[in-house]
């Protein structure tokens, strides 16, 4: 059962504790991964060797609109939350170069320049580490959830708000491929097309809206030949109800890790600067 805090504030279990503080000197391996989103920003401190979340997550609804200075208070809350000090990861949705957003198709455009880390380090007190949201998913995956031991091309791609993308080759990344822009023929991103924001958008059926995926699918293997496309984002948790309409040589299967996958990686990320 969902503990709901009365703003919205939310926690994935319902046994609410009093969080002693944890400081990350005396426990390395616990680190705190916050998955940014266009609607939510989920944290839980995770055990960067196994991958498992220590707890419980937390989320804060993403504000609106999404500027630096707002979202680094939501991001802020997170931390304080946990009454973490240490590093923390980041995945944030847009193009991250050392730190730096390079694009927002889905936030506020005053993101485009800003220094995340620095924001975000500046509002927590911590030394911060971000990278892109898809990324940070797919080395998740990669690492502890399905993608482990999958030597050839795989292309995860997360589904929400957006579509991100995470490639592998021989466990090797290509950060910030940015699959969910690829030009579509409604001459706009593929995302406006077929991410669980488009369905929403358009308020088509979960049905029509898998057909169109399919056909985003389809494209990306003509692109790239993949073995493997590994699904995540939220849409992924209803995998079985569209996995009959999609056909493409590769395999598709869904991301073990499911929603948790962002926080994981971004944990990971920060483990490994
Ligand atoms: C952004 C990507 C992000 C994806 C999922 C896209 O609109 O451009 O950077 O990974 O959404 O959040």
């Given at each position: 059962?969902?503990?709901?805090?009365?703003?919205?504030?939310?926690?994935?279990?319902?046994?609410?504790?009093?969080?002693?503080?944890?400081?990350?000197?005396?426990?390395?391996?616990?680190?705190?991964?916050?998955?940014?989103?266009a609607?939510?920003?989920?944290?839980?401190?995770?055990?960067?060797?196994?991958?498992?979340?220590?707890?419980?997550?937390?989320?804060?609804?993403?504000?609106?609109?999404?500027?630096?200075?707002?979202?680094?208070?939501?991001?802020?809350?997170?931390?304080?939350?946990?009454?973490?000090?240490?590093?923390?990861?980041?995945?944030?949705p847009a193009i991250?170069?050392?730190?730096?957003?390079m694009s927002a198709a889905n936030i506020?455009p005053?993101?485009i320049?800003?220094?995340?880390?620095?924001?975000?380090?500046?509002?927590?007190?911590?030394?911060?580490?971000?990278?892109n949201d898809a990324?940070?998913?797919?080395?998740?995956?990669?690492?502890?959830?399905?993608?482990?031991?999958?030597?050839?091309?795989?292309m995860?791609i997360t589904i929400g708000t957006g579509l991100g993308s995470?490639?592998?080759?021989?466990?090797?990344?290509?950060?910030n491929t940015e699959l969910g822009h690829v030009q579509w023929k409604n001459g706009k991103s593929a995302e406006s097309y077929a991410s669980s924001g488009a369905r929403e958008r358009l308020?088509?059926?979960?049905?029509?809206w898998?057909?169109r995926f399919?056909e985003y699918l389809i494209h990306l293997?003509?692109l790239?030949?993949?073995?493997?496309?590994?699904?995540?984002g939220?849409e992924?948790?209803?995998?079985?109800?569209?996995?009959?309409?999609?056909?493409?040589?590769?395999?598709?299967?869904?991301?073990?890790?499911?929603?948790?996958?962002?926080?994981?990686?971004?944990?990971?990320?920060?483990?490994?600067?």
């Amino acid at each position: 059962m969902l503990y709901y805090h009365p703003d919205n504030r939310q926690l994935t279990t319902d046994n609410q504790q009093q969080n002693e503080p944890i400081n990350n000197q005396q426990h390395m391996n616990a680190i705190l991964g916050i998955d940014v989103g266009a609607s939510g920003i989920k944290g839980a401190v995770v055990d960067v060797q196994n991958g498992k979340l220590q707890g419980e997550r937390f989320r804060v609804p993403t504000p609106h609109p999404s500027t630096p200075e707002a979202m680094a208070g939501a991001f802020a809350e997170i931390a304080e939350f946990f009454n973490y000090k240490g590093p923390i990861g980041c995945g944030f949705p847009a193009i991250v170069k050392n730190g730096v957003a390079m694009s927002a198709a889905n936030i506020d455009p005053t993101w485009i320049g800003t220094n995340a880390e620095e924001v975000f380090g500046k509002h927590t007190g911590c030394p911060v580490f971000v990278t892109n949201d898809a990324d940070a998913a797919g080395m998740a995956e990669m690492r502890y959830g399905v993608g482990k031991g999958e030597n050839g091309l795989v292309m995860m791609i997360t589904i929400g708000t957006g579509l991100g993308s995470a490639l592998f080759y021989k466990g090797m990344m290509i950060p910030n491929t940015e699959l969910g822009h690829v030009q579509w023929k409604n001459g706009k991103s593929a995302e406006s097309y077929a991410s669980s924001g488009a369905r929403e958008r358009l308020k088509i059926s979960r049905k029509e809206w898998a057909d169109r995926f399919n056909e985003y699918l389809i494209h990306l293997e003509r692109l790239f030949s993949p073995d493997l496309f590994i699904l995540g984002g939220g849409e992924s948790k209803f995998f079985e109800q569209y996995k009959s309409q999609l056909h493409t040589n590769a395999r598709i299967i869904p991301a073990k890790l499911l929603n948790n996958a962002g926080i994981i990686g971004a944990a990971v990320y920060a483990a490994e600067q």
